[in-house]
């Protein structure tokens, strides 16, 4: 009976020291990002000289003056992201979703060459393909517009979110695929009717990793927007630091970012549920 109470007596205390565990890994984890919350409140004269996270000097000032200092107010340039997330998440989906499907489904010469080919490109970093990239565009004219971030997500660039819809497609029966051609449809109207509906867990999770790589993307519109009125929210951030005489604006900067991260916080507090839903079937689970 005494050893029946000390199991049940030590299954609480591994419970509470594994979440106590979990709790300071957390704390730990997050330190820099609550430093940078509580630093934009904080006057520019003390923000260094202080680590912890003391508000005895609370101000607003960093955000307010933050917000203008660039010329033109700071939701300019986070609707300009907002602009070029929405249309790579909507290229994204269009494109992607069909390569997928075309690899998933139909049968065609050298699909399988094809189909390891694109896997091989997972492993190519961007910064291989950045400049003959930069070149074609240059020699169009559309360097320093939002084209050469946004057009090659219509043609089905990123592999990443070729794979993983992929393996969400070849999880549906093929029974589905049968039975509408057997009422009389064709490959396009089985994509759209059935196999794009079904694949809404795994689009959603391609949305999402779009709208967060594309917002915090910073090395490909450094290298092809130049004008200032044409940049992102990571780019009007850079602004504020000054590499040459080092009177950084660090409040501001401070303020600044916290404000572009609340887009992020927001999209994961509203899809969290659907993010471990599309992770769950897509075949990324462990």
Not at 33 to 53: N, Q
Not at 162 to 173: A, E, H, N, S
Not at 256 to 276: D, E, H, N, Y
């Amino acid at each position: 009976m005494s050893t029946i109470t000390d199991i049940n007596t030590a299954v609480p205390i591994r419970r509470i020291l594994r979440v106590g565990l979990l709790a300071a890994v957390a704390l730990l984890m997050s330190y820099p990002l609550l430093w940078l919350v509580s630093s934009s409140f904080k006057p520019e004269s003390i923000i260094f000289s202080d680590a912890g996270f003391d508000l005895n000097h609370f101000t607003l000032q960093n955000y307010i003056e933050g917000w203008a200092k660039l010329g033109m107010p700071f939701g300019v340039f986070m609707l300009d992201s907002a602009f070029i997330c929405l249309l790579a998440i909507l290229g994204n989906l269009f494109s992607c979703s069909l390569a997928a499907y075309a690899f998933a489904r139909l049968q065609f010469p050298f699909s399988k060459t094809a189909f390891a080919i694109m896997l091989v490109t997972l492993m190519l970093p961007m910064h291989v393909t950045i400049l003959p990239q930069y070149i074609a565009f240059q020699s169009v004219g559309a360097v320093n517009t939002v084209l050469p971030l946004v057009l090659p997500k219509f043609f089905a660039v990123d592999a990443f979110f070729i794979f993983l819809l992929v393996q969400f497609i070849r999880g549906i029966p093929r029974d589905l695929d049968h039975a509408a051609e057997m009422d009389g449809c064709n490959k396009y109207q089985i994509f759209w009717y059935i196999i794009f509906p079904v694949c809404r867990p795994a689009l959603v999770l391609v949305a999402i990793f779009s709208f967060l790589w594309t917002w915090n993307d910073f090395f490909s519109q450094l290298i092809y927007l130049s004008s200032a009125e044409n940049y992102t929210a990571p780019l009007a951030l850079n602004l504020f630091i000054d590499a040459t005489s080092g009177e950084s604006a660090w409040g501001m900067l401070f303020a600044m970012s916290v404000i572009t991260l609340l887009p992020l916080f927001v999209l994961f507090m509203l899809f969290q549920r659907q993010l471990a839903e599309g992770i769950a079937t897509t075949g990324l689970k462990g």
